[in-house]
């Protein structure tokens, strides 16, 4: 089995469905994988210490998200538990990090948002990982740890926003506005510097890209980015850009 694919995707809030090109974006990207046999995700909403699995059961979703119509209320997504990579993540972990469960704990909108638009038909276990720490290395040794799953089929997403400031959201320019240069700046860096594989730069983010601090007021949206780079072995590729009101939708796919 050809080792599967690491991915840091861009997963937008619930109106992401009503974005046609995004969600055709996100269909036409699964169609160009090999089929997981399960996915593990480690989504910007959900920062739980110590690591917690959740979804090992068909549960019900997590609408973590105010304010919107109640059809993205009406979203079902039963994926099929993962105990079994439950496990497999137990035991790669089980000498150096402790492991909690929550198996009543549904996935969150960062996780079923862009499956419901990826693989449609919820045929595929999907097991959410908490994030333990915002600490960019904690989250890169993270990854590293849980890479072999890779060997089995696993699809690892790490799942946020490329750049994420909602306090600065331009949503009155529409999906097509032109963005503001804090988002374009750190965007434009982060695009070089994974295409350099400058993991350290990636990892020193906060001190070492332009606007940091405006792209990223608190880090969550991008952290699920070191989990992925710690699983991955190769520089990335950029498989959807551009801007979604003002914030950088940037997604990566490393082999």
Not at 54 to 79: C, H, I, N, S
Not at 224 to 245: K, M, N, Q
């Amino acid at each position: 089995m050809a080792r599967t694919p690491v991915l840091y995707l861009s997963h937008g809030a619930p109106p992401l469905a009503d974005d046609t090109r995004w969600t055709r974006q996100l269909a036409g990207w699964s169609a160009d994988l090999p089929k997981p046999q399960a996915i593990l995700v480690v989504s910007a909403h959900w920062e739980e210490a110590p690591l917690t699995l959740g979804a090992t059961e068909t549960v019900p979703l997590v609408y973590d998200f105010w304010g919107f119509p109640d059809r993205f209320y009406q979203v079902k997504y039963a994926a099929p538990g993962a105990p079994e990579l439950a496990a497999k993540v137990r035991k790669l972990l089980h000498s150096t990090t402790p492991v909690h469960d929550a198996p009543d704990r549904g996935l969150d909108h960062g996780a079923y948002v862009p499956l419901v638009e990826m693989y449609p038909g919820a045929d595929i276990p999907v097991l959410q990982v908490s994030m333990p720490s915002l600490d960019p290395q904690v989250l890169f040794d993270l990854g590293r740890k849980l890479a072999p799953l890779r060997d089995e089929g696993v699809l690892i997403i790490g799942s946020g926003f490329f750049t994420h400031n909602l306090s600065a959201m331009r949503e009155t320019d529409g999906t097509d506005g032109t963005p503001p240069q804090w988002s374009t700046e750190f965007d434009h860096w982060g695009d070089e510097v994974i295409n350099q594989g400058d993991v350290d730069a990636l990892l020193d983010f906060q001190h070492k890209a332009p606007a940091a601090a405006v792209a990223h007021p608190r880090i969550e949206h991008f952290a699920p980015l070191f989990v992925t780079l710690g699983a991955s072995e190769t520089t990335g590729r950029t498989v959807i850009d551009g801007f979604w009101h003002g914030l950088a939708k940037r997604s990566l796919e490393f082999s």
